[in-house]
């Protein structure tokens, strides 16, 4: 059989590249029309697939006992253990996927109320106000003793409180409803314009073939309640404007077709920069590639997110990314398989490259933006010279203990790590 | 006379509150708002204990008591920090500057009473 290319499968049988990556590593079970489906694409019969589901089976039991210290004895019966309990087997090895999904969320909220400025004052205005409430209440209820004046300030101090947690309170539910796509009427407006462009699927073929212009896309865009958001989306969306009469998306799909994807060649084939052209590719639909723009003062953009790639919502990044290798040599890029700290250690194949923006100005220094875009490792095998190198999400969020770049302790190494 | 403490918050109400609380057990209280302008007013005043909110305008809790820790006068001057942040972290970093005791809000009044006499009983 032709070995068929994870994107090209996925395509194929009408899924996303990621949502197969998840079935391939098990995290999603599949049965009836969809296992039929794959099993046809891939010229197989499904119980190969079956049988396939059991290996991963056996490799997450393994994986959960290599987490829990197990000795090499006993994690090699998993097999037994799997074929002698099977219900206890599924249960386990469900449990293990689910205390990872956890462990992703908790590495995402900890990163969010750690280094979100927002949710920090929200959470501190709410506390604040609901301890002086807890306080002066006390003070009422168990002083028999104080002086009419006293009890007519407190009495309108917890009044006035009361209030003012009423709406602390509403703000950051609002504010936390931005984490499950609702609207956010007090979410920051870089966080309005992520779910904005998520909402979009980080494409605009609408405007890209003229049937709309950016201000009314943006003025029908619930996401962008501020003013802010609207002026950062008005950025976002110019540049797409600007990227695509260059590089349109027919023409790009079609050169994906014919030279595959090598980001190079692509931008010499266009004529335009490196960066631009991960901007484009990050938009092709079901490409499914992840992209992130720094400037150099190392402060996201942009950002597009890709499974199993952290890229933290708040704070800095991980320094040892290809992203700030580039910052300080505009013009060349780099290729480098990078591994993340996960539980699968997935490893992704990025592109770098910085270039100047803005205007030219004499005895000053240009400005410089970096890109990189994040794709998922392709089959087949490793291109000669690109060893992997290990990064991480942030250094708050990251597990590996020993590391040059390490800016911060992690909440990870103590309390998680060996979990 | 009681001991003087140096409640340094921003919260109005909250300076209330515990401005009473520590009033009623005989304490002298002053209360002073502003992170950026806090370390003069310790200076100034010299007083047995500060009571320090974590999140100030001007300056956090964090940096005001280090500043006092690097002053030989102020090295063992009872400090209890009060917070809405709880995290490992912040204790942390609370402890590391030199705090004497760290209480997260909301707090219950007896907390901070018996908190402000015991430290100042074990500064004696």
Redesign the interface.
Known sequence: MERLKQSDLARQIGISASYLNLIEHNRRRIGGKLLLDIAAALGVEPTVLSEGAEAALIASLQEAAQRASMSETESGRAEEFAGRFPGWADALAAAHRKIADLERTVETLSDR??HDPEL?AS??E???????????A??LA??KTITEE?RN??HA?ID??SRRLADSSKALVGFLDAETGEAAPSGSPQEEVAQFLAAHDYGFSSLEDGAEDVDRIVSNASELVSAQSRHLARTVLDRVVRDSAQVSMTDLKAALTEDGLDVIALSNRFGVSVPHMMRRLAAVPGLDAGLVVSDRAGSLLFRKDIEGFTIPRHGAACPLWPLFQVLAQPGQAIHARVQMPSRDGAVFDCYAAAQPVGPLIVNTPRLVEAAMLILPVPDGPEPNGLTIQEVGPACRICPRGRCAGRRE?S?LSDGFGGF | MGKHVLLVEDETNIIEAIQFLLSREGWQVDTHSDGATAVEKVRNMRPDLVVLDYMLPGKNGIDILTELRADPDFERLPVLMLTARGQSRDRDLAERAGVSRFMTKPFSNTEVVTAVRDLVQLAQ
Not at chain 1, 131 to 136: E, F
């Open positions: 109320l750690a920090a959470v501190h709410v506390l604040s106000t609901a301890a002086s409430i807890r306080s002066t006390s003070i168990e002083d006293w300030r407190f101090n006035a409180d302790p909440i």
